[in-house]
């Protein structure tokens, strides 16, 4: 059974090839064994700004991931998060359903193809 747990940086580096982050940094992985099936968090950017990521392949789905996804959020925020952006990944299902849900909104800017959502801190759903 996966368990879902905070990330460390051994869990990234895992997961993504070797990449570090160099700013403060928060996440939760998904562990299978001793793989790393899926990771997720937020990093800052600039003060007060921080962007969010999800690797989270359809295997391994659940619907549980949206409380650790809110719980991220509301760690990022006590950290100092005044706004978080990220992009949203259309091959999840029900992705935007979530991000409008979490309080999101889609801006007129892209990152690699995807739209970038932001949200204002005070805007998160509880």
């Known amino acids: 059974m996966a368990e879902i747990v905070p990330a460390t940086d051994d869990d990234l580096a895992r997961a993504s090839g070797g990449m570090q982050f160099s700013s403060r940094w928060i996440g939760k992985a998904m562990h299978k064994g001793r793989l790393v099936a899926a990771i997720g968090g937020v990093f800052e950017v600039e003060e007060g700004v921080w962007f969010g990521f999800l690797e989270l392949p359809s295997h391994v789905r659940r619907p549980s991931v ?11 925020v006590e950290q100092g998060a005044t706004t978080i952006r990220a992009t949203c990944d259309m091959h999840i299902p029900r992705a935007e359903e979530m991000m409008r849900r979490l309080g999101f909104e889609p801006t007129d800017e892209e990152l690699n193809g995807k739209v970038i959502w932001t949200c204002q ?6």
């Open 121 to 126: 801190a005070s805007k998160l759903s509880r």
């Open 66 to 76: 949206y409380r650790h996804v809110k719980d991220v959020l509301a760690q990022a």
